[in-house]
């Protein structure tokens, strides 16, 4: 029986793999702080991207939307205000918030969902 740990990982190893084929850089994963964690960080030409990964084998829509409330959007923000803090070098680069959902039936196996939500 695999771990929701490894469950998680394993999810994140596959978003990565997408997105590297997909032409970006992977900065940092599980970038954590006080306020939340981050899954994915990554880069591609000018722009910054913060990835929230959601493997959901048995959701839908609705329970992606769920998901990602109000509250979880917040937290990915202000985590995501504390990586620019510490990393000057990227305050040049557009910011963008992107899902990437795993194994939601009706959708590709990996589902980018690119700025899916904003500050």
């Known amino acids: 029986m695999t771990s929701t740990r490894q469950k998680g990982t394993d999810g ?6 997408y997105l590297i084929k997909a032409g970006y850089t992977i900065l940092t994963r ?7 964690e981050i899954d994915i960080i990554a880069e591609k030409g ?17 329970t992606l939307a769920h998901e990602l409330n109000l509250i979880k959007r917040q937290k990915i923000i202000k ?20 899902v990437l959902a795993l194994d939601v039936p009706v959708l590709d196996p990996v589902y980018h969902i690119a700025n899916a939500f904003t500050e």
């Not at 000057?88 to 680069?93: K, P």
């Open 46 to 62: 000018e722009h910054l991207t913060f990835f929230e990964v959601k493997s959901l084998p048995g959701g839908t829509i609705e």
């Open 79 to 98: 985590t995501a205000k504390c990586y620019l803090q510490k990393h000057r070098e990227y305050s040049n680069r557009y910011i963008h918030f992107d």
């Open 12 to 17: 994140e190893n596959r978003a990565c793999a």
């Open 30 to 36: 599980n970038f954590r702080t006080r306020s939340g």
